[in-house]
């Protein structure tokens, strides 16, 4: 402790002293999880922010995968050297959240830099996802995506149905993948990100809550509520489905995204970031569509909930603080990603939901959803929008939330290998889950 | 009658051991405690608060029925890797020790899988039975025969035991060739000269000569089926569908890494490393007595 003192002390004078080390940029570090194309242009968008300006340099470093890169920065903070900005998915943001000072909030950096960020600029969704209960900004949003559906246009067209409308229902689902089947297709249905999509997204677009406190965003002591009538019917649905042979578990996280633009799955569910992959690789004509909901459910079809990844500011260990120099340029950065041309760029580049409304505008502005190949591009977007926020359609905080994903997936898979009822996996992922919830809420409730 | 070396003063001996002992130390002993104090502790992710909590995350560990399934999976994984990886590396070595053609071909690239990395090795394994992309996956779905091992526990138990068997058979293949060479000839021809079988030769004097070997194999195989198939496991199939293929050390790794729970992980190593002790031991003192060097 002493010895660090007297070091900063030391650079401290070195920075009064010599006006030639004044000079230097002040470095911020920076890890991403995001692999290649996205990773290549995220590192584009830090390599023309740098361009910019001349007082700090933003150097971005790829540390795997989301899970993994959260693990790293974590550990890194432990020993003291965790980076300026960590990128952390929403999964992550309960953990992060009640993170105490290992983060410095947003909304804390700036003020301390007094840079501006206009908020009201941003789409509710995105924004509330990352804020406290008190509306206070913890983290700056960046690359959003929601679930949508891609469908196959051209097994549509073979099966005698409508391509160019897809069922709003999952009523109207069931009978397409009847129809699909008996047209001889092996897949009719998969999905992607089981527990997000078939879960998270189904609670939310139902205004159907996921946990207590309004899904976890007003205090630790939240409890999951998954074993209700809707749910168990979905869940009994798939489960039958999958069965039948109407629907198939492609398995866990994005696994099952390929076998959508290989033909061999007829309508997939997952992340509108998987757009590019489609536009690439698919050999057929395709189409994608909002998320289904259960035909007369009270105030559904709600909007749907955002995934992807937001950028923390974190101290550097338990007793490395930052300096001014260090925040104002991470302050900096931040307030450069929010420029209408910088947010509607990345939107257009990677298929990412515009997380303001000026950067919507300036890719509207720019003609992007008049072209042919970019029909569609704005459902997710209208997704986000439809309904009027409520507390179960805000987003979901629930600490532990990676462990708590992992249980609902091994729980489903249980369910869908014969195992156990859909009642059954309901009620063990909530038992489980409330354990998970119970344990985070312990070893937090001092921190 | 033991010969006894005897040095001169005391610094030589210490000296000769240091290098060992510094290794034992900071590669063991002093990992080895830490996860024993880690393991009587409670804390956050961010190591910001921490409280001592006794025995009680083994309380909760032990009282965790997935824990105890787990516990179970492990037990049939490392039988079943041992047997498998053990049977086919003695078949295939007693095969080779024959005079044929080309036999150091046949023992090269026997002993090549050896060389692959655990996370190779079961990316090879999911090229040939993933259902979709796989060629034997897609021949089994082909005949009529549900294979999705994503799906299905039995068939993802299977597989790992598959690929985590076959890494080992060429270990277990170099020791059975060495065990093999050393058995004399002269004991097998004269069975033979009285009339013994190939089979009946096989079993009252080879394998019996063999045993020495065999036993060493089998405590490497179930050490290794234990802590060193992490990889396998993790690249084929993420200790799921289910939990049915998380073992012992695949659940620490996901409670301590994944989950960032580390008392509860520190636990379940402490326990991990006296079943390992007790394991060890009990081979030695039970199974050793039948073996005949």
């Known amino acids: 402790m002493f010895r660090r003192t007297l070091m900063a002390g030391a650079v401290a004078l070195a920075g009064l002293v010599g006006p030639a080390a004044a000079q230097q940029p002040a ?7 995001l692999s290649q194309p996205l990773g290549g242009l995220l590192e584009q968008v830090v390599t023309e922010f740098n361009a910019s300006q001349s007082q700090v340099r933003v150097v971005p470093s790829f540390r795997g ?65 990352y804020a406290a209960a008190n509306g206070n900004q913890m983290s700056m949003p960046f690359n959003s995506s929601t679930a949508i559906t891609y469908y196959n246009k051209d097994a549509f067209r073979a099966a005698g149905l409508n391509p160019d409308e897809f069922p709003t229902t999952w009523e109207g689902v069931e009978r397409a993948l009847r129809a699909l089947k008996a047209s001889g297709h092996a897949c009719p249905m998969s999905t992607a990100w089981p527990t997000w999509v078939m879960v998270e997204q189904f609670s939310a677009i139902h205004d159907m809550p996921l946990a207590t406190l309004a899904n976890g965003f007003g205090g630790l002591n939240t409890e999951l509520r998954l074993n209700n009538p809707l749910m168990l019917r979905h869940m009994t649905n798939l489960v039958n489905w999958q069965k039948e042979g109407l629907f198939r578990y492609g398995g866990r996280n994005n696994a099952g995204e390929a076998s959508f633009p290989s033909g061999e799955c007829a309508i997939m569910m997952t992340s509108s970031g998987f757009r590019a992959r489609v536009q690439r690789e698919a050999r057929f004509n395709w189409g994608v569509a909002m998320l289904p909901y259960y035909e007369g459910t009270q105030n559904a079809p709600a909007n749907a909930i955002i995934g992807g990844a937001s950028f923390w500011v974190m101290n550097g260990g338990p007793s490395v603080t930052r300096s001014e120099a260090e925040q104002r340029g991470v302050a900096n950065f931040f307030a450069y990603l929010a420029r209408p041309d910088v947010a509607g760029k990345w939107h257009m580049d990677t298929g990412y939901l515009p997380i303001t409304r000026s950067g919507f505008e300036h890719a509207r502005s720019q003609g992007f959803y008049a072209k042919p ?54 009620a063990a992922m909530n038992t489980r889950g409330n354990a998970v919830l119970r344990n985070f809420e312990r070893a937090n409730r001092g921190g | 009658m033991r010969k006894k070396v005897i040095f001169k003063g005391i610094a030589l001996p210490w000296l000769l051991l240091l290098p060992q002992l510094l290794i034992t130390g900071v590669f063991f002993f ?94 090879l394994w999911l090229f040939m039975f993933h259902p979709q992309i796989g060629l034997f996956g897609r021949m089994l779905n082909g005949l009529g025969i549900g294979w999705d091992y994503r799906l299905n526990g039995d068939q993802a138990m299977l597989l790992v035991i598959l690929a985590a068997a076959w890494k080992q058979v060429s270990y277990n293949f170099i020791f059975f060739m060495a ?24 079993w009252t004097i080879i394998f019996p000569l063999l045993a020495p070997t065999s036993f060493f194999l089998l405590v490497v195989n179930i050490v290794y089926a234990f802590f060193d198939t992490f990889g396998i496991i993790h690249a084929l199939t993420n200790g799921g569908p289910g939990q049915a293929t998380t073992t012992l050390i695949y659940k620490v790794y996901v409670d301590g890494v994944q989950n960032l729970n580390f008392g509860s992980s520190a636990a379940q190593s402490v326990i991990l490393m006296v079943i390992v002790i007790l394991l060890t031991a009990v081979q030695f003192r039970f199974v050793e007595r039948k073996v005949h060097y």
């Open chain 1, 65 to 129: 995968s989301y899970p993994e890169t959260m693990v790293a920065a974590i550990a890194a903070f432990r020993a003291g050297q965790a980076p300026h900005i960590v990128q952390m998915f929403e999964v992550g943001t309960g953990t992060m959240m009640n993170a105490g000072r290992a983060v410095i909030p947003v909304h804390e950096l700036l003020s301390r830099t007094g840079v501006a960020i206009n908020w009201d600029d941003f789409l509710p969704g995105v924004r509330g996802y």
């Open chain 1, 27 to 33: 470095e911020i570090q920076f890890w991403h999880g």
């Open chain 2, 179 to 202: 065990g093999l060479q050393s058995i004399p000839k002269a004991v097998l021809e004269a069975a033979a000269i009285d009339g013994a079988r190939p089979m009946r030769r096989f």
């Open chain 2, 30 to 123: 002093w990992p080895a405690g830490q996860a024993i104090y880690g393991s009587f502790l409670r804390e956050d992710a961010f190591g910001l608060s921490r409280q001592f909590v006794g025995f009680e995350n083994f309380a909760e560990v032990l009282a965790d029925p997935n824990y105890l399934a787990s516990g179970w999976t492990t037990v049939v994984f490392s039988f079943s890797v041992a047997f498998t990886a053990l049977s086919a590396a003695l078949f295939l070595a007693v095969q080779a020790d024959k005079a044929i053609r080309g036999a150091n071909g046949y023992k090269t690239l026997l002993i090549w899988p050896y060389a692959v990395a655990p996370a190779i090795a079961a990316v």
């Open chain 1, 373 to 426: 190949e970019n029909t569609g591009a704005e459902v997710p977007i209208e997704q986000m929008l439809r309904g009027a926020t409520t507390e179960n359609t805000r987003g979901i905080r629930l600490g532990g939330f990676v462990q708590i994903r992992d249980i609902m997936q091994e729980e489903m898979e249980k369910a869908f290998q014969g195992q156990q009822t859909p009642e059954q996996a309901l």
